[in-house]
């Protein structure tokens, strides 16, 4: 009987460390905008991070000046968020919120101007120690649930300038891949079940 258990244990195990999925960039279907600016918005999410101290309005950056600019990103489906990395110019404070259906948001962190080591252009922060970029604690946040992330710059100099805003996360609902190996975890923990059945 303990061997039945350890081994139905086992395999449960094994569909647990099946199912967690690991965390991976999380894909961008959309961007939109609101207000004027200069620059690509594809710089956005293509995951090149300008070096530090390049020109906030530099051509590896979306630049603009004054308030009011947003930028909305749309993922291609609904992720559990787990880390971000972010490129903005040094000086000024931006806000990234997150929202399920694009209409409700919720502020996740807010940049600070007087973070970060670099004295003029643009710097890499990210939430994560292992990341590229400086790490700030003040942008780290628990897992949660986002089809969308919007950033816009809340004060400042005037002149903003954001090169990067990508995420790394887990899809709410897996990739047919990841179901072909939940199915594979239930099918063992089955099979050691039946292996295990007493004979009548």
Request: charged residues 10%; hydrophobic residues 45%.
């Amino acid at each position: 009987m303990a061997s039945i258990l350890k081994s139905t244990l086992a395999g449960f195990g094994l569909l647990a460390a099946v199912a967690a999925a690991h965390a991976a960039p999380v894909v961008i279907s959309n961007i939109t905008t609101t207000g004027t600016f200069s620059g690509s918005t594809n710089v956005l999410a293509d995951g090149t991070i300008p070096a530090n101290g390049t020109a906030w309005n530099a051509a590896s950056n979306v630049s603009w000046n004054g308030l009011g600019t947003v930028f909305t990103l749309e993922f291609n489906q609904l992720y559990t968020l787990q880390d971000v990395t972010l490129s903005v110019d040094h000086n000024d404070f931006y806000q990234v919120q997150i929202s399920q259906d694009g209409t409700t948001w919720n502020t996740l962190f807010t940049v600070l101007a007087f973070e970060g080591s670099v004295n003029w252009g643009t710097e890499a922060f990210t939430s994560n120690p292992a990341g590229t970029g400086t790490y700030s604690a003040s942008i780290d946040f628990a897992p949660t649930l986002a089809k969308y992330a919007r950033i816009y710059a809340v004060a400042g100099d005037n002149a903003y300038g954001v090169g990067e805003l990508s995420f790394t996360g887990v899809a709410a609902v897996p990739e047919p891949a990841s179901l072909a190996l939940i199915g594979a975890g239930l099918a063992t923990v089955g099979l050691i079940a039946r292996r295990r059945k007493p004979q009548a």
